[in-house]
């Protein structure tokens, strides 16, 4: 719906500058802090996220007695129809008065076009390391080998709607098949949401417990 707004590598804002592919959206994504290259790690795994675009507009509204102009961080469309805008702050920041005036004219011009808008700051989105560490070993497991092995699929599944839970060492039918075909279809299977893990707490590897993510048939 909207193309990123990419600036020139010159212009003294944000304290890195990321570029990398988007399995979700199919293209490469331009992120300009550490801090927006975690968020988007989040984004990216969110099974719930149809698709997103970063620095997606720029907005112009009039802003006591002057006009102001500001360009969000994110928009994001979910799978229920929501869309959102998520401006990216650190927590320490937010007293900053230039940082005020930013969301105060994000906010108000979602709220002339009924959007939702969220500040997301380094509180939120590095609350788990683990989590952000795992989801960056999913995505690089997934460019380096995006199949996945049907035979193990659907075992797992079948196992699945009996056992409710299973710890992936101790699964029956582990010599089976590869470890390397193993994860990596666990891998696919968690980033479009088809089945669940505890990411947050636990690495990613054969001691995972894994369960259906509602009873979604993979």
């Given at each position: 719906?909207?193309?990123?707004?990419?600036h020139n590598?010159?212009?003294k804002f944000g304290n890195n500058r990321w570029k990398s592919n988007s399995i979700k959206i199919h293209r490469d994504v331009f992120l300009y802090s550490d801090l927006e290259y975690d968020n988007w790690l989040l984004v990216e795994c969110n099974p719930k996220v149809i698709t997103f675009c970063e620095q997606p507009f720029e907005i112009i509204l009039p802003y006591k007695s002057q006009i102001r102009k500001s360009?969000?961080?994110?928009?994001i469309l979910y799978?229920?129809?929501?869309?959102?805008?998520?401006e990216v702050k650190y927590a320490s920041d937010l007293e900053k008065p230039k940082v005020i005036e930013q969301i105060e004219i994000q906010q108000q011009w979602c709220k002339n076009k009924n959007l939702k808008h969220r500040v997301s700051t380094d509180v939120n989105i590095r609350n788990s390391k683990t989590l952000l560490s795992n989801y960056k070993f999913i995505i690089k497991m997934l460019k380096n080998h995006r199949k996945v092995n049907s035979n193990f699929q659907t075992q797992l599944y079948n196992d699945l709607v009996v056992n409710s839970h299973i710890k992936l060492s101790e699964y029956s039918v582990?010599?089976?098949?590869?470890?390397?075909?193993i994860l990596n279809t666990i891998a696919f299977l968690l980033f479009h949401g088809d089945i669940l893990a505890d990411l947050s707490d636990n690495?990613?590897?054969l001691n995972m417990e894994v369960s259906l993510n509602n009873g979604?048939?993979?």
């Open positions: 719906m909207y193309n990123p707004i990419i590598g010159s212009n360009i969000p961080d994110m928009w799978d229920n129809g929501d869309e959102e805008i998520v582990y010599n089976e098949f590869s470890s390397k075909d690495h990613f590897g979604k048939r993979l």
